[in-house]
């Protein structure tokens, strides 16, 4: 295989860095894509089939009920993002108060 020489120089570098020789980062990049392009194309699968064949209004409608959290769920998330309102100076998103809503209302 041959690389150009600033494609060398950065993978000698990572390589350098992971404490791999360069063979071994290759065939971990190489299996990393191939395993993206396997997600890129199970997705693009299921999009299509969505597209196809439409989800009809009223499908996921008995499931409406569980998509909102229990009370005591709610009351515990709440009490955790008091206590935790900000880690590593990152602010944590705050808990929903009303219930989520359906899917249907998401489109």
């Given at each position: 295989?041959?690389?150009?020489?600033?494609?060398?120089?950065?993978?000698?570098?990572?390589?350098?860095?992971?404490?791999?020789?360069?063979?071994?980062?290759?065939?971990?990049?190489?299996?990393?894509h191939l395993r993206m392009l396997k997600?890129?194309?199970?997705?693009?699968?299921?999009?299509?089939?969505?597209?196809?064949?439409?989800?009809?209004?009223?499908?996921?409608?008995?499931?409406?009920?569980?998509?909102?959290?229990?009370?005591?769920?709610?009351?515990?998330?709440?009490?955790?993002?008091?206590?935790?309102?900000?880690?590593?100076?990152?602010?944590?998103?705050?808990?929903?108060?009303?219930?989520?809503?359906?899917?249907?209302?998401?489109?």
């Amino acid at each position: 295989m041959i690389l150009d020489p600033g494609l060398l120089r950065a993978t000698d570098l990572v390589a350098r860095r992971m404490n791999l020789n360069r063979s071994a980062l290759i065939r971990s990049a190489l299996r990393e894509h191939l395993r993206m392009l396997k997600i890129r194309e199970l997705e693009d699968r299921d999009r299509n089939g969505y597209q196809a064949i439409p989800q009809k209004a009223d499908e996921l409608s008995g499931w409406e009920s569980e998509a909102i959290w229990p009370q005591g769920v709610q009351n515990l998330a709440e009490s955790i993002h008091r206590r935790f309102a900000t880690i590593g100076g990152v602010e944590l998103p705050r808990v929903p108060r009303k219930p989520m809503r359906p899917i249907t209302e998401l489109r």
